[in-house]
């Protein structure tokens, strides 16, 4: 039977089975599992007990004696790390910012009024010297170093940006996503217009401001992409010991790839849903709902998806069906071990029943594409184990991101096996953020390798919803800020709770909010979970919100600042959407800027008029 098979070129002969003495509950929405273990059969079973959440006591909390509390109002240790003159300099771009005073096109009427030389020198004294490191690989080792003296890692990012017009983008992005087959026969295939390009948003860079975006030409800019990121993997193993990198699964390869396989996930999802409604299931919690292996074989030969034998086959042998029953994951598991990949892109049709292709067909040169990418993102993984380096995948648009978080699953089951090399980012402001923890979660429970987190807020609201209003399917995106904030500390709670089980987790909190950060750390005392054990990690942006960051760092958290690089001329949209990212945050608080004038006034009355910081 021809059915959606999955990427060899990732993975060498998995078998999914349910782990002996390892099985767990995985109720932990609003209810805290108490483990009362028995033992039957060689495996562990766990009943859940329904104990609130957030106000249980554990066994394992550190005494109020020992506990860490960090005080965020502390100026001299939030800006130990910095002179007179970088304090100012904060303070000037801050106030720069509110007044509109950074846009691209600004800073290029500026660069011609005082010319290439005169120019950089400025943007090295305010915009570009606070928030990057500097041009290269050399230049910028000294503020790292600076940095690690006070606790505070990196995270690099060559933040060079191509300067397309909108025009040039929308060409661009409609021409890689537009698969031969599409064009030739615009609507032979059933496609879903979620997962379809369409010119009005063509221009991913739209409402974007903390995130960049990388536009396919050729397989040729690809590869210097990988290069990129493979240079920046050595130079984060050559910095520390403990480093991290960050890639996007869109500079690695042609984005029709990733939608057409985000489709076929979303679909195939979908039909387990289906079934589980045939079952009465469909309104339990993901991971409650457990098929029932028999019924779900009839319903799927009555649909006309296979012959008996055919259906047979799919649920034989060790992977799947021991238990009876058959859950997300365990459906998750027939898409994979394929060697043609366009196989791949096969669909249930719920109306006929049938298995049906995404798309007519596939050139050889759209096959050689897709092999491509996997290549490289295989390629990457192993620079980053070889240089003892942890790679972040960054989070993407929710037509590309089911199709980007399965690759990295792909990862995190070849290279996290004994450590966390490779960790995927959740977008805590999408309605199925929390789904989407738990089931990686659970399926990294099972098959007993380390799960590894970065939990962000998110970066493409705006454009999101925009998107979905236009074409005409369903807001992915929480309904407000307050929603968003539930959800994140709602995740974070959860993968907390998997470390304080397991001790094989690992998250980073992605977040400039300081109600966010204290909220990890009281978990953290409640949990017994110490700073020194690097489970948890902390992020920011170079350049904000160091009364966070500095004051973890010299507590003994392990904190990290993303730290861009690269020649000043090629980062200026990079600095572009620092400063819009910055305008709104500052409209919201004036917090991080009076912590700026009261450090400065408090070294003035102390006679520290030429302060410099001591490492």
Wanted: aromatic share 10%.
């Amino acid at each position: 039977m021809a059915y959606t098979g999955f990427l060899s070129a990732l993975r060498s002969g998995r078998k999914l089975h349910i782990s002996r003495g390892r099985c767990r509950s995985t109720v932990a929405s609003t209810k805290r599992r108490e483990e009362k273990e028995q033992q039957l059969e060689g495996c562990t079973l766990v009943e859940a007990v329904p104990v609130e959440l957030i106000s249980q006591t554990h066994k394992d909390a550190i005494a109020p004696e020992n506990q860490i509390h960090i005080d965020f109002d502390n100026t001299q240790e939030a800006y130990k790390s910095k002179g007179n003159m970088e304090l100012l300099r904060s303070l000037l771009v801050f106030k720069l910012f509110r007044s509109k005073a950074l846009e691209v096109m600004q800073l290029l009427y500026i660069k011609r009024l005082l010319g290439q030389r005169m120019f950089e020198r400025l943007m090295k004294m305010t915009f570009y010297g606070q928030f990057v490191a500097g041009e290269d690989h050399n230049s910028i080792k000294p503020l790292i170093e600076k940095n690690r003296a006070f606790g505070v890692g990196a995270v690099l990012d060559y933040s060079v940006e191509e300067d397309l017009t909108q025009e040039e983008a929308e060409k661009k992005e409609m021409d890689s996503c537009v698969s031969e087959a599409e064009k030739e026969s615009p609507d032979a295939d059933h496609r879903e217009k979620k997962y379809k390009a369409h010119r009005q948003f063509g221009d991913r860079r739209g409402g974007v401001i903390s995130a960049r975006t990388y536009f396919y030409a050729d397989e040729a800019k690809c590869d210097n992409q990988m290069e990129t990121f493979i240079n920046c993997i050595k130079a984060s193993g050559g910095a520390s010991a403990d480093g991290f990198s960050a890639i996007k699964m869109t500079a690695l390869g042609r984005p029709q790839f990733l939608l057409q396989f985000s489709e076929v996930l979303v679909k195939w999802r979908r039909f387990f849903n289906f079934l589980a409604a045939l079952q009465g299931k469909s309104e339990m919690m993901v991971l409650e709902q457990k098929l029932e292996l028999d019924q779900l074989k009839e319903n799927l030969i009555k649909l006309g998806v296979g012959s008996k034998d055919d259906i047979e086959n799919w649920f034989n042998g060790e992977k799947l069906g021991l238990s009876g029953t058959i859950d997300l994951l365990d459906w998750n598991s027939l898409i994979n071990d394929t060697t043609k990949i366009s196989n791949l892109l096969m669909v249930p049709n719920l109306e006929t029943g049938q298995l049906e292709p995404l798309l007519n067909r596939f050139t050889a040169e759209e096959e050689r594409q897709m092999k491509r990418m996997l290549q490289r993102v295989d390629i990457l993984a192993n620079y980053a184990l070889d240089n003892g380096v942890r790679l972040m995948v960054d989070a993407e648009q929710t037509y590309f991101q089911p199709a980007i978080s399965r690759l990295t699953l792909e990862m995190q089951r070849k290279f996290n096996r004994e450590k966390p090399v490779i960790f995927n980012t959740y977008q805590c402001y999408l309605k199925e953020a929390y789904d989407n923890v738990t089931v990686d979660v659970e399926l990294s429970r099972r098959e007993g390798w380390y799960f590894g987190a970065k939990l962000v807020r998110g970066a493409y609201m705006y454009q999101e919803r925009a998107r979905a209003k236009e074409i005409g399917y369903e807001d992915p995106i929480n309904p407000d800020y307050e929603a968003t904030n539930r959800m994140y500390h709602k995740c974070l709670e959860y993968v907390l709770e998997e470390i304080e089980h397991s001790r094989t987790a690992n998250v980073m909190v992605a977040t400039h909010n300081e109600d966010t950060v204290k909220f990890t750390l009281e978990k953290m005392n409640k949990m017994g979970l110490s700073p020194t054990e690097n489970k948890v990690y902390f992020g920011q942006l170079l350049g904000m919100c160091d009364q966070i960051s500095f004051p973890l760092g010299q507590a003994g958290f392990p904190v990290y600042k993303y730290v861009p690089y690269g020649p000043v001329n090629e980062v200026i949209p990079y600095l572009s959407r620092r400063a819009q990212e910055n305008r709104g945050f500052m409209k919201g608080s004036q917090r991080e800027r009076s912590l700026l004038w009261k450090e400065l006034t408090r070294r003035v009355l102390c006679g520290q008029i030429f302060y410099k910081p001591v490492y």
